[in-house]
């Protein structure tokens, strides 16, 4: 695929980049290039090949579901600075 230097011109615009016109040509041979490869890596047979979630071969490191402390909460709203029938009170954040 080849890039021109109004592609690559466009391109700089979207992306925000100032590119200088001597820069032009550069970047347009430079970026063809890449999607020339990018086109070969495409062109791949891929029928029988598994896709992966992860290129190494490794497992989910899962620990034991077991119950933990249960949270304390009346140990908790002792030190809350307002608290009403067993809900924090906090101040009005929206009229």
Do not use: C, N
């Not at 695929?1 to 011109?9: H, Q």
């Not at 495409?42 to 029928?47: N, R, V």
């Not at 933990?68 to 009229?95: L, S």
Request: aromatic fraction near 4%; proline fraction near 5%; charge should be negative.
């Amino acid at each position: 695929m080849s890039l021109t230097t109004d592609d690559v011109r466009k391109v700089a615009h979207l992306a925000r980049l100032g590119l200088d016109e001597t820069e032009l040509d550069g970047y347009a041979r430079e970026l063809s290039s890449i999607l020339d490869v990018v086109d070969h890596l495409g062109q791949a047979d891929t029928a029988d090949i598994a896709p992966m979630s992860h290129p190494l071969d490794l497992g989910a490191r899962l620990r034991e579901d077991k119950p933990d402390a249960a949270i304390d909460r009346e140990a908790f709203q002792r030190v809350a600075p307002d608290v009403a029938e067993g809900v924090y009170r906090v101040p009005k954040v929206i009229e």
